[in-house]
């Protein structure tokens, strides 16, 4: 694990550690006649890394697109917390509620494959940019000093991932591991207040797993940012979270820290499994 600080602020948010951050109530979620959230509602607490988990379909994926704006769920309050106040993010832009401060990851990787890795990292500035145009096509004065700040932001995001030997590299020539750590890398420039990473583990190897989750640790311990995680590896999620979320079927069956989820009879009926409830054997019985 590196131990050395981060030298630019990742964390946007400057609420006190514990205090609640983002907070999802009664939030229902319908496609025609299918029922992807019922009346799902949670709290993520600043500096915590907060994991959501259940079967394929039970609507993972779906609360964080709510979260991030990509939906519009029929009811519900999702709210995040900040400074100034709370903020409701119904209704808002995805963009809008980026600015916020809220950057994600997706479980397909969303990225400019025709972009190289620094490229795409810098794309994750886009929405700091305040330089008028004038300034900026010439590239002089505020412009430059700008450009240079937010490169050096990057660079360090760039250290912290192990990301130099391909910096250069167009995402289309990259191994897939890679790919999934330029995604958090680009979620990461955006100075989160919080960061929702859907499944950024899936399809790895056991190295790049345990790779990817001491990227997060490193992120959530270091740099102080609070995140939410989609992940199906158990074992993963048992070591890495401060507290997780069961969904099934669209409704929440248990919230709480990993060793009560790891032993609640409901959790184990739906989602781990009969062989997950015995000591050492939390990933038995989870999907891939």
Excluded at 58 to 78: D, E, F, I, M, T
Excluded at 80 to 97: E, S
Excluded at 105 to 119: D, K, P
Excluded at 159 to 170: C, D, G, K, N, Y
């Amino acid at each position: 694990m590196i131990t050395r600080e981060y030298r630019f602020p990742l964390n946007s948010s400057t609420l006190p550690p514990g205090r609640p951050l983002l907070e999802v109530e009664d939030l229902s979620l319908r496609f025609g006649g299918v029922q992807a959230l019922a009346g799902v509602s949670l709290q993520v607490r600043q500096g915590e890394i907060h994991a959501v988990i259940g079967p394929n379909g039970a609507g993972k994926s779906s609360l964080l697109n709510c979260v991030s704006g990509l939906y519009r769920p029929q009811r519900g309050r999702v709210t995040l917390h900040t400074a100034d106040g709370p903020v409701k993010l119904l209704g808002r832009a995805p963009h809008r509620i980026a600015r916020l401060g809220v950057a994600r990851s997706f479980q397909n990787i969303e990225l400019f494959r025709h972009l190289t890795v620094l490229e795409n990292l810098l794309l994750g500035r886009h929405h700091r940019l305040s330089t008028a145009l004038l300034p900026a096509l010439l590239w002089y004065g505020p412009a430059r000093r700008q450009e240079i700040a937010h490169r050096e932001l990057v660079e360090e995001v760039i250290s912290r991932l192990e990301l130099q030997a391909v910096r250069h590299q167009p995402v289309a020539s990259l191994a897939y591991g890679y790919a999934k750590r330029v995604e958090l890398g680009r979620a990461l420039c955006l100075q989160p207040a919080i960061l929702l990473l859907d499944e950024p583990m899936a399809g790895m190897n056991t190295e790049e797993k345990e790779d990817m989750a001491r990227y997060v640790l490193d992120v959530n311990e270091l740099a102080g940012v609070t995140v939410v995680l989609i992940e199906h590896d158990m074992d993963v999620v048992m070591d890495v979270s401060h507290r997780i979320t069961v969904l099934d079927f669209g409704r929440l069956i248990a919230s709480g820290a990993p060793e009560q989820i790891r032993d609640d009879p409901a959790v184990i009926d739906a989602y781990l499994g009969e062989a997950a409830a015995g000591p050492g054997s939390a990933g038995a019985g989870a999907p891939a």
